[in-house]
């Protein structure tokens, strides 16, 4: 397998982005996926532009072989990074990569945001994947918020979605 690079995102990026982001959340294979909770797109290409074009935003696009195959987006509220959109191909996931892409960005967060914790957001009827998330370090702190149907992020199927915020302190 070659080995992934992760740069910032230029606009060249968007279309590449959006289809990896909405197959890793919303598409058929993968375990990232919120198919039976949500649906709809999970993002768009001008959301995904928008996040390139914000001034406190950094979009990570990873690649291999010259192909989209992973990405991460992240912002930073005083000492806290928020990191949000990981996402790897589905016929990639279950090898590595999205921890790898996370540690890429926890290590971003500290070197070029100056952050000392991270935070991230999690729909609270994913286990699994919080669970991933508790492996590496996260812990569940107490507030959660509701989905966010007005934010074009996809349509609930099930009643009651609420974001589980998780957050790290970083080393």
């Not at 000492?79 to 590595?96: N, W, Y």
């Not at 290590?107 to 914790?117: E, N």
Request: charged letters at 25%; a negative charge.
């Amino acid at each position: 397998m070659a080995s992934l690079s992760l740069d910032v995102a230029t606009r060249e990026d968007v279309t590449d982005v959006c289809t990896l982001v909405n197959d890793a959340y919303r598409g058929e294979g993968g375990w990232t996926r919120e198919t039976d909770l949500v649906s709809g797109p999970r993002i768009t290409e001008k959301a995904v532009l928008g996040l390139i074009q914000r001034p406190d935003s950094y979009l990570l696009v990873g690649t291999m072989g010259g192909e989209t195959v992973a990405c991460v987006h992240l912002s930073r509220s005083g000492a806290t990074a928020h990191i949000g959109l990981l996402s790897v191909q589905p016929g990639l996931q279950a090898q590595g990569l999205g921890s790898q892409v996370l540690d890429e960005a926890e290590q971003f967060a500290a070197d070029v945001l100056g952050a000392r914790t991270v935070s991230m957001k999690v729909i609270d009827q994913r286990p699994e994947l919080i669970a991933f998330y508790e492996r590496r370090g996260y812990k569940r702190i107490d507030r959660s918020d509701p989905y966010p149907v007005n934010d074009n992020a996809g349509e609930p199927k099930v009643s009651g979605l609420e974001l589980l915020r998780l957050e790290k302190t970083l080393d």
